[in-house]
């Protein structure tokens, strides 16, 4: 596996994949924009015109787009990874996405004589710059064991779950915990403001006690300093909501929890406020009249 192909140079992709160039593989790069790929191609880098260029010359090809209709583009069309990709091609999909089109793209690619994992991630932009990924993956155990160095290079807590699909189970079971997690951060800050305390050494306190948890530490910083870029966008946590929903409903799963901060967070981007990170949920509390 010494030729590495990347599919998405987003705010997390663009990170992970300059890991594998700094671990030595040779790096073969594509993404809708090329500017996005401007720094990796500086790095040494191969820039690649579309999916089939980059597909025919890669060991291992890793994709981590926005949405689920990506990923089937990317797989599933006629110029995508499945028809193109050479026997044998490990292809590893690293977007949170469906986990029913993970077992599609799995068996597609059994028939083609390739080898499908789906491996979404937790941990947001900064687990992504410092290589300190979740990585839950779904497929063949063989498969797993052959890539692993791989998602040793971007993550340090990996596990593998299970059958194709299992990973973005598992994801989908991480973004619910999230979901219902934020409502109590935000509501938290916004109590201690209202309370006339210094927001920042009620989160001393707490973060480190029982309430404790990665939101609290690493985005509740954020919603005090007022910083909303995104580590991880609004709108792609309101995709990942939604998959999850419909996952629960399908297994007959009441999530009430989850019903309600996706509400929430469809009301932020109503807003506009789409394109901020998670944290900008923040918002519709310190919108609040005193």
């Not at 900008?280 to 919108?287: C, E, I, V």
Request: aromatic fraction near 6%.
């Amino acid at each position: 596996m010494k030729n590495i192909g990347f599919i998405g140079l987003g705010v997390m992709g663009a990170s992970m994949a300059g890991h594998l160039l700094k671990a030595g593989y040779s790096l073969h790069v594509y993404n809708r924009t090329r500017v996005k790929a401007e720094k990796l191609i500086e790095q040494g880098a191969s820039w690649e015109e579309d999916v089939p260029s980059l597909a025919s010359k890669c060991d291992s090809i890793i994709t981590m787009v926005g949405f689920p209709r990506d990923v089937e583009e990317i797989y599933l069309g006629q110029r995508g990874l499945i028809e193109n990709a050479r026997t044998g091609t490990y292809l590893i999909d690293m977007t949170t996405s469906s986990p029913e089109l993970a077992a599609r793209i799995y068996v597609a690619s059994k028939k083609r004589g390739l080898k499908a994992l789906d491996a979404p991630v937790s941990g947001g932009d900064k687990g992504a710059r410092e290589g300190t990924l979740s990585v839950m993956v779904g497929g063949d155990p063989e498969d797993f064991d052959e890539v692993r160095p791989l998602f040793e290079v971007m993550g340090k807590n990996i596990v593998y779950q299970g059958e194709a699909g299992s990973g973005q189970h598992t994801k989908m079971a991480n973004q619910i915990a999230i979901a219902s997690n934020m409502i109590g951060v935000c509501e938290a800050i916004s109590y201690a403001i209202k309370a006339g305390l210094d927001p920042d050494k009620v989160l001393a306190s707490i973060a480190q006690g029982a309430a404790g948890s990665w939101s609290l530490s690493n985005l509740a910083p954020r919603m005090i300093a007022g910083n909303f870029d995104p580590g991880f966008y609004v709108k792609h946590f309101i995709k990942d909501m939604k998959i999850a929903l419909e996952s629960a409903d399908r297994m007959g799963l009441d999530t009430p929890g989850l019903e309600m901060a996706l509400s929430m967070y469809k009301k932020l981007a109503l807003h506009g406020h789409d394109n901020e990170g998670t944290q900008a949920l923040f918002r519709l509390y310190s919108a609040q009249k005193d």
